[in-house]
């Protein structure tokens, strides 16, 4: 079987980790590698502070608690991306409102953004979907004309950039996720990253139960949002290889892109302009006349040995959302999780596998 995605651990990576748990660095009040990720992590999305957290959830929540929002305002989100965009919002008192998706490039449609701004409004969180990069500076132009916070969900975009600049460098704070199938992996663990001391030091604050002096005196309700010592220094260790990782990640996307972009039962996600793609993961949409549907796609390839994954259900169409907000319909992301899959994506993959697996997808679609 071909997994969807399968982490590449080093006998680096293990060497670190083993040296970290060595000196002590259980967990994340001891040791140098958590400073050190942070520090390194820092210049590698050209932003002045980045904070290790627990997860990626967990930065985005604290990067929403650090804004101080008034309870019951609206954030902008995208609607096709993981639950855990939307549960950020909702468990800091406010209301996800999703905006639909662009048929080309899967992102959230910048062009509906400005009309689903209203006086609640506060902030928008855009998700960098599966490596592709949102439209940045056309974003937070919109965002500074009404005076709103950007949150970027940078969770699948470490290293794209648009313009040339990195994905979690443009808005007032961004958030990273390192799960163990993301581009960089702690196992869990995520990072927030800001140019805005006073958001970081709020976020060092928060993640740490509100720990100041004296110790046990906290003039804030925090959390226990801590990284450890030990999947730091796995982070250090991945993040001294991660050009190779990304540029490996792109030979992928762009092998797929060579055997299946121009089959016309399917279509593949367009490239925000100006832009680097860092496919974190490659996928695909089947079209009305294809031979098979969606389902029918994935389950044939199982049957080849080829593990796959649907794309995203929608915000608006989330029961558990759907039972507290009242939500706009977003059609387009509800074509996108009707019709995508996305395919094995690790950066490790040949391109006899790449070939094998798109032969299967042609056979069956065309």
């Known amino acids: 079987m071909i997994p969807v995605f399968s982490p590449e651990i080093t006998l680096d990576d293990i060497k670190s980790v083993t040296n970290a748990l060595t000196l002590g660095e259980i967990s994340g009040n001891f040791g140098e590698s958590i400073k050190m990720f942070e520090e390194k992590f820092a210049s590698f ?60 490039t899967w992102n959230l449609n910048i062009d509906l953004v400005e009309a689903a701004i209203t006086s609640k409004t506060r902030a928008i969180i855009p998700v960098h ?80 139960l509100g720990f100041t002096e004296p110790r046990f005196k906290h003039d804030l309700l925090g959390y226990n949002f ?23 990640k792109i030979r992928v996307g762009e092998t797929y892109e060579k055997y299946l972009s121009n089959i016309p039962q399917i279509s593949t996600q367009k490239l925000t302009a100006n832009s680097k793609h860092v496919y974190w993961m490659f996928g695909v949409l089947v079209n009305n006349y294809s031979k098979v ?33 009242e939500m ?7 074509i996108l999780w009707a019709n995508g899959l996305y395919l094995p994506s690790a950066h490790t993959l040949t391109e006899q596998q790449i070939r094998t697996i798109s032969e299967i997808i042609i056979q069956n679609v065309a």
């Open 129 to 208: 979907l599966y490596g592709n990069p949102v439209n940045m500076p056309h974003l937070m132009n919109l965002a500074n004309k009404y005076n709103i916070y950007v949150i970027e969900d940078c969770a699948e975009s470490h290293g794209a950039t648009i313009n040339g600049q990195m994905t979690g460098s443009f808005g007032h704070v961004s958030c990273f996720s390192f799960y163990a199938n993301k581009i960089l992996t702690t196992g869990e663990g995520g990072m927030v990253v800001t140019n805005n001391k006073e958001i970081a030091d709020r976020i060092k604050l928060l993640k740490n």
């Open 293 to 325: 549907d969606r389902d029918q796609l994935v389950t044939e390839l199982y049957k080849n040995g080829v593990e796959t994954r649907t794309f995203f259900c929608p915000m608006d169409m989330q029961p558990a959302l759907k039972d507290l907000f």
């Open 328 to 334: 706009s319909e977003c059609p387009i992301a509800g």
């Open 45 to 104: 999305s050209e932003v002045e502070h980045a904070i290790t957290v627990s997860s990626g959830t967990a930065a985005l929540h604290l990067a929403i608690a650090a804004l101080n929002l008034e309870k019951g305002s609206e954030v902008l989100i995208s609607s096709s991306t993981n639950i855990a965009t939307a549960l950020a919002v909702v468990h800091n008192g406010l209301i996800p409102v999703p905006i639909d998706s662009d048929i080309e």
């Open 226 to 248: 801590r990284m450890t010592g030990y999947q730091a220094a796995l982070g250090l260790s991945q993040l001294k290889r991660v050009e190779h990782i990304v540029s490996e």
